[in-house]
Structures are given as C-alpha cells and as structure tokens.
C-alpha cells in the first residue's frame, strides 16, 4: 500500500536550509529507506507565501494565502498503517520537533495486467 506523508516542522525558520550535520543524517535515512523499497519519493515544500489555498464553494471559487505551513512530503510503500506511522516515527527522530500526517493513497480500477504468455514452440 502507498502512503503519503506531510511533514509540519514545529520549530525553526520557514524555507531555511538545515544544518550541514542534519542534511547528513536525512542523506542517510533516505538512502536507507529507498534501498529498503519503503521511500518511494520525498521533496521538500517551498514556504506559505509561494503557495495558495484554492477553494470551491456553492459554485464560487476563491484563493486564499496559504496559513498551513509544511516542511514536505514523502510517499512511503508500507505494508499496513502500523507500518507507514513506524516509518513516520524514523523519519521524525532525523527531522526533529514535527507533526507527520499520514494518508493511506486509495487505488481504484483493476490490478495492472500482465502481458500474454506466448509458446515459444509456436
């Protein structure tokens, strides 16, 4: 199953780049996650001001600031929500002081097909 996690830093400058140790460390989770096959992909999210809350409402659409800050996001392969919160839990003793959020990516229509098996002696 794929999971989408947002990170929300709780402290520290909005858009400033981390410390060269801490960088380090992150370097060597995501190495670590990606070979395991659990990080299928991770950016970080530029700050508020370049981001824009869109709305549609009773037909009416309206744009607003964004007020929700987000540090970035991950998008986890996991066997259960057990396990997508116990890679959160990892990610969040690198990152430090966050919240993680975790949502579960529904996937709809039929399982991918697979190509016909031909008889080579034909």
């Known amino acids: 199953m794929r999971y989408l996690s947002l990170y929300r830093p709780l ?67 996991a066997g259960s929500r057990e396990e997508a919160i116990a890679l959160a839990k990892t990610f969040l003793k690198v990152a430090g002081d966050g919240v993680c959020e975790i949502r579960q990516i529904m996937e709809f229509g039929p399982p991918p097909s697979q190509p016909p098996i031909r008889d080579p002696g034909r």
Do not use: F, I
């Not at 520290?12 to 981390?18: K, L, N, S, V, Y």
């Not at 508020?48 to 600031?65: F, H, P, Y």
């Open 11 to 77: 402290a520290g400058e909005e858009g400033a780049m981390p410390e060269p140790e801490h960088m380090e460390a992150m370097g060597r989770l995501v190495e670590e996650m990606t070979a395991k096959g659990s990080l299928l992909n991770t950016e970080p999210l530029g700050v508020r001001a370049l981001g824009a809350r869109v709305t549609m409402k009773d037909g009416q659409v309206s744009v607003a600031d964004e007020d929700e800050r987000m540090g970035g996001y991950a998008l986890l392969q």
